[in-house]
């Protein structure tokens, strides 16, 4: 018999005992140990059952034990010194506060609103899929960590991602277990009447309406609309269901609740607590971009404000990430769709306008459809990708908005993803830095990584040793799981208790199960690879997991081959897959893994942050050069494996397969497993510790997260608030910048280069003579302060395309009738070689971020 209706029955502690609420209230618990300590010494098996939930832990400890607690005077005490912490933590000063009140003068954003479809926090809410999900987890806890005054904003998905199973033909099965609000570390939005908070969009059919969910990620809050609301349609309740599920018009409703909605969101969240309105808008990924879209109509509907003004004023306090390498990662609606949706949920803004925003209006695109991340673009001033190299594949990728200036031009920088070290990080690290005088609370945690780096080689090695049997247990413990799913009878399952060995070289992987990020890579030779797992001298053994999209049938299919390899009685002990890839399996998994298997086809991985984690947990990566191992390879910190990128090679997949496998086979078998298994009389691999030590001393405080907020803040969030500030200070600011852009893309067509003459460089140019240029210029119905006339010069190669240009502004110097001008400058020849130049026209203003931004350029 099913219930009708299902709620959470909270508990009501004892009046000693409060604080525990309010710890477990605040989801900083979850990358703080000494919280986590408390909670289980509640009920140390109950903690454990209830898979580190404080929330159901406190719901389910008995009566008896709470009296037991409530007179216990030493926990008693630990727990009123962890409420002060906290306390302390959420209201005292951090890095923010002090970087501003040293800096008076700098624009640092008063709040800034960072919006994301899904978020990593913690597994006990399980609202992301991935990295795009663990990554705005860690952005989010790095923020509250150094005090960046950041409010998230996303979706409460009810049934979250998806459980993986496997069938016993191995085969990916997903379930979807309802989440209940009442039952999470969450709090429900209320009016000072105490009425819940509704946030409403009108769309074609009916209202569709939400309340907002808070939690209390430290001292970030993430508000969560849900739209599982009794007033609305069934199917509009369902728009909150799951996270990347359901047709393309189920998509198209939660990317306007969560773009539109989260605005919405966020104002009612300022009115009702007091919070400051967000200055900075940040779009993590394109599924959000529709948040532009409420903010012009907010500011048309507000006054006498057309739609290139409110565009202005947006763009300029607002930054657009892209996480995706691969056009087929980008959310496209059909045009008519968006249409017919935008139509009613944003009025007052010409829906004509907002469909030219997605439009694909350049060559290779599809007029029929509206591409978010193309809005992402043209709504955001300043945009990025996600590693270096990933910028540049953006660039290319999005050439196509910036047609007149080449790949280096396009206005896509870049800041390298990182990853949040205290929750990450195992705790037997960290007690082992700090008996080495490391401090993990430093805003940079500089003496932590030094400390570890610092740390004898024997304690090292045990304390690795330690975390490698850690994850055998856990993987044995989820193999019997895994197995009992799939109908095996107890007796077929002896052979778990001897699946992997504490003190055999372990390689990890898990990863999402595109096609590009190759899971089964590593069975190209399958008797190769079962040559590495049996070696009787220097054997290894795998750890594997990944989820495959719930559509995506070949991704199932390569899970499928890859654990009914890993399911053969001589190899099962030395190979396994994991199922069911969350955040509670990645916590012990990469701390237990001595080697990080990395192997997509480049250039297709954006980051990839779980090589980051591993590195920091004292686990050497094993990678292509793709993300940001790409960025900050060194030979300490692992293997690159060679990446058979070669054009001849461009048509045969296979091949190209074929040849990465087997450099991944010799790179284990000639230089990975000898250096593991070269240990001294103590038993120690010097150097191999000797890696570990370099790894966290030079690249521990490179791929942190707080590193990553910080680039954030300085090279976008402030510049970003500064702008916003400059438009607003004078009152029309933003109508001035509207109208001069407009002027400008009018009167572009009449500014041309008629003539440029070099002086003082005759046949013979010899390094250290000078080039004097003489440009003429015609500016039509524009000023010469409307423009800069620029000197691109450098080398260039067989076709005399400049390589790597430099650009010196040149000087009005004279001007004629017809608004002709003449522009000078001079360089000087530095280096030997081949050395040409250009002269081109840009618009400049002083609000402009880059000089592509209007996409216009005339040419000599």
Known sequence: ??????????????????????????????????????????DPERWDAVGHDPVRLLGEVSPQRWAELAADERFAARLAQLRADLTSYLSGERWYQRAAAADPEGTWPRSVAYFSPEFGITAVLPQYSGGLGILAGDHLKAASDLGVPIVGVGLFYRHGYFKQSLSRDAW????????????????????????????????????????????SVGRVPLLLLDTDLEENPEHYRMVTDRLYGGNTEHRLRQELLLGVGGVRALRAYSRITGAPEPEVFHTNEGHAGFLGVERIRELVEAGDTDVATALEAGRASTVFTTHTPVPAGIDRFPRHLVEQHLSVAVPGVPVEQVLALGAEDYEGGDPGVFNMAVMGFRLAQRANGVSQLHGHVSRGMFNGLWPAFDEAEVPITSITNGVHAPTWVAPELSALAAAQGGDPDDDDHASFWAALAQAPAQEVWRTKRLLRERLVADARRRLRESWDKRGAAPAELGWIAEALDPDVLTIGFARRVPSYKRLTLMLRDPARLKALLLDPARPVQLVVAGKAHPADEGGKRLIQELVRFADAEDVRHRIVFLPDYDISLALPLYPGCDVWLNNPLRPYEACGTSGMKAALNGGLNLSILDGWWDEWYEPEFGWPIPSAESPALAGDPDRRDDLEAA????????????????????????????????TWAALGPKVLATRMVRDYVAQLYAPAAGNARALAATGRGAAELAEWKARVRAGWSGVRVEHVEPHGVGDAAEVGSEIEVHAYVALGDLSPAD?????????????????????????LVESYDGNRHRFDGTVALARSGPFGYTVRVLPTHPLLVAPAELGVVALA
């Open 1 to 42: 018999m099913r219930a009708i209706r299902r709620f959470t029955v909270r508990p009501v502690l004892p009046d000693g005992l409060a604080a525990l609420g309010e710890l477990a209230a605040n989801l900083r618990w979850s990358w703080h140990a000494p919280t986590q300590e408390l909670f289980a010494a509640v």
């Open 663 to 694: 450099a991944l086979y010799d790179l284990i078998e000639t230089e990975i497993a000898p250096r593991f298994y070269d240990t001294d009389a103590d038993g120690v691999p010097g150097r191999w510790v000797e890696m570990l030590r370099h």
């Open 172 to 215: 990916q099965l997903e379930s979807y277990p309802v989440l209940d609000p009442d039952g999470l570390p969450l709090s429900l939005l209320r009016e000072p009447s105490g009425e819940a908070t509704t946030i409403s969009i009108r769309l074609p059919e009916a209202e569709l309406h939400a309340h907002v969910w808070v939690a």
């Open 787 to 811: 423009v800069e006339v620029q000197l691109v010069h450098g080398r260039v190669d067989a076709e005399d395309a400049l390589v790597a240009p430099s650009v010196t502004p040149l000087t």
